[in-house]
């Protein structure tokens, strides 16, 4: 398992970090994930061979937000 940080752009309140968080855990090859309204970052733990930074990246924009 590989950790990555993905730094988000405009998450507001709690329900923000619960949709992203959600989104992230339903992906296959993600062990965990673990969102942070104060540091407006999302820290993933993944299977490179099952799922890219890219694709993780994606499903967060697919979301509403912004990776910046």
Known sequence: MRTTVINI???????????????????????DADVSLENAQARVQHDDAIISIALL???IRDAGFEVV
């Open 9 to 31: 752009k405009g998450m507001t309140c709690m329900g923000c970090v619960k949709s992203i968080k959600n989104v992230l855990k339903i992906l296959p090859g993600v062990g």
């Open 57 to 59: 990246e994606q499903s």
